[in-house]
């Protein structure tokens, strides 16, 4: 099968919280690869995600990022990351 991704996925196995815009935690993951447009995660619970949200990376202070679900499968969803803006 031909890869079809823009950029090449590096395997993590970090976990996230997984956020809504509002800093309330919908629910944790494990992010099990990544490229600099998406990441596939892999959810510790079955839960109905919303169409974006943002992604926490390993601790409060880690790095963040607000992502839309491109596929979902059981336990599993593939996002992309959506542009981060510039500060004016």
Do not use: Y
Request: glycine share 8%; charged share 35%; with cysteine.
């Amino acid at each position: 099968m031909k890869e079809k991704r823009k950029s090449a996925r590096h395997r993590v196995g970090v976990l996230a919280a997984l956020m809504t815009g509002q800093n309330k935690l919908i629910c944790f993951g494990a992010v099990e690869d990544v490229s600099v447009e998406g990441a596939k995660l892999k959810l510790t619970k079955d839960t109905e995600l919303p169409d974006s949200f943002e992604i926490l990376l390993a601790s409060k202070d880690g790095p963040r990022r607000r992502c839309s679900v491109i596929w979902r499968r059981t336990g599993r969803v593939g996002v992309r990351f959506q542009p981060i803006e510039e500060a004016k």
